[in-house]
Nanobody
Framework: QVQLVESGGGLVQPGGSLRLSCAASGSIFSLNVMGWYRQAPGKQRELVAVITSGGSTNYADSVKGRFTLSRDNAKRAVYLQMNSLKPEDTAVYYC?????????????WGQGTQVTVSS
């Protein structure tokens, strides 16, 4: 059973920084994509950033230049460094993992971690 365990959310003032971590356990194919999505109250879940096992990244326009996503394949973990945080970054952040198995695609979600940006 694959599990994603997140950590690092919290309350921060505008302009501050936070680092989110997500570690995967279980049977995972080495070729995969991991990343973060977020959902604010009353809004749909949206992509924040994703990274392939080869290190290619994709960011939402709203976070480019402020957030950096990295991964450690040996630890099966991804890290989202969030700088220059804005109130509009407030949301529940979800870690996501997707990979293709022999016969189908698999995708998994973490339980979510709250990020609140407020003075």
């Amino acid at each position: 059973q694959v599990q994603l365990v997140e950590s690092g959310g919290g309350l921060v003032q505008p302009g501050g920084s936070l680092r989110l971590s997500c570690a995967a356990s279980g049977s995972i194919f080495s070729l995969n994509v991991m990343g973060w999505y977020r959902q604010a109250p009353g809004k749909q879940r949206e992509l924040v950033a994703v990274i392939t096992s080869g290190g290619s990244t994709n960011y939402a326009d709203s976070v480019k230049g402020r957030f950096t996503l990295s991964r450690d394949n040996a630890k099966r973990a991804v890290y989202l460094q969030m700088n220059s945080l804005k109130p509009e970054d407030t949301a529940v952040y979800y870690c996501h993992l997707v990979f293709q198995g022999p016969q189908k695609w698999y995708d998994y979600w973490g339980q979510g971690t709250q990020v609140t940006v407020s003075s």
